[in-house]
């Protein structure tokens, strides 16, 4: 069945930088378009950064745009999201996702991805 699974979350103080991964498995990975979305408490699912499946097209949210890095390694099955320039605001649940940029027009976000990991905690302090 189709896997993904994240890592690489933790605590930091705003203004570090970490590196979640994510290992897919039970699909063609390469051609897939994957995305980071993230939670945070009490908030709505943000979309956060997609990328194509050759690697060579991200998108970014104007959130985290200039902050973040989406990267993968195709040849290993993984996903990448470079996290730098913390900040409080970006304490959220990140999630793997299979799919793109979802449309602005959707009230939900949730159903647009097929595909979802277990997430990985991410907390900046002050």
């Known amino acids: 069945e189709v896997q993904l699974v994240e890592s690489g979350g933790g605590g930091v103080q705003r203004g570090g930088s970490l590196t979640l991964s994510c290992e897919a498995a039970?699909?063609?990975?390469?051609?897939?378009?994957m995305s980071w979305v993230r939670q945070a408490p009490v908030k709505e699912l943000e979309w956060v950064a997609s990328?194509?499946?050759?690697?060579?097209?991200?998108n970014y949210a104007d959130s985290v745009k200039g902050r973040f890095t989406i990267s993968r390694d195709n040849a290993k099955d993984t996903l990448y999201l470079q996290l730098n320039s913390l900040e409080t605001e970006d304490t959220a649940m990140y999630y793997c996702?299979?799919?793109?940029?979802?449309?602005?027009?959707?009230?939900?976000?949730?159903?647009?991805?097929?595909?979802w990991g277990q997430g990985t905690q991410v907390t900046v302090s002050s």
């Open positions: 996702t299979r799919g793109g940029r979802p449309p602005a027009s959707l009230s939900t976000i949730r159903r647009w991805f097929t595909a």
């Open positions: 039970g699909f063609t990975f390469r051609t897939a378009i």
């Open positions: 990328i194509n499946g050759g690697g060579t097209v991200p």
